[in-house]
């Protein structure tokens, strides 16, 4: 059964830069788009960037254009999945999942939730001074 580890959530002052990482346990994710989510208290969540199989290919919410970036580590046996958040700002803060879509390998509708199989538990985020 595929289950994820997620990590490198905190506090963090605005401006400043924290680093996620999400890794798989159980399971390959190397044909797989993998997608990071947010959602922050009271609001729905959302897509924040999906990176494809290769690596190769990548968006991002218009919000975090230029300011996160998302890669991954396509290592034998271990595929680990970062996004790299820099200039943060207190309307990011929320808790942050990554998800699998063994559907597809490219972020074809990257942003619907329904087209992800399975999520990690989520790490938290908070921006704050």
């Known amino acids: 059964q595929l289950q994820f580890v997620e990590s490198g959530g905190g506090l963090v002052q605005p401006g400043g830069s924290l680093r996620l990482s999400c890794a798989a346990s159980g399971f390959t994710l190397d044909y797989y788009a993998i997608g990071w989510f947010r959602q922050a208290p009271g609001k729905e969540r959302e897509g924040v960037s999906c990176?494809?199989?290769?690596?190769?290919?990548?968006?991002?919410a218009d919000s975090v254009k230029g300011r996160f970036t998302i890669s991954r580590d396509n290592a034998k046996n271990t595929v680990t999945v970062y996004l790299q958040m820099n200039s943060l700002k207190p309307e990011d803060t929320a808790v942050y999942h990554c998800?699998?879509?063994?559907?597809?390998?490219?972020?074809?509708?990257?942003?619907?939730?329904?087209?992800?199989?399975?999520w990690g538990q989520g790490t938290q985020v908070t921006v704050s001074s």
């Open positions: 990176i494809s199989s290769s690596g190769g290919s990548t968006n991002y």
């Open positions: 998800a699998a879509n063994t559907r597809r390998s490219a972020c074809t509708y990257w942003g619907l939730q329904h087209e992800y199989e399975y």
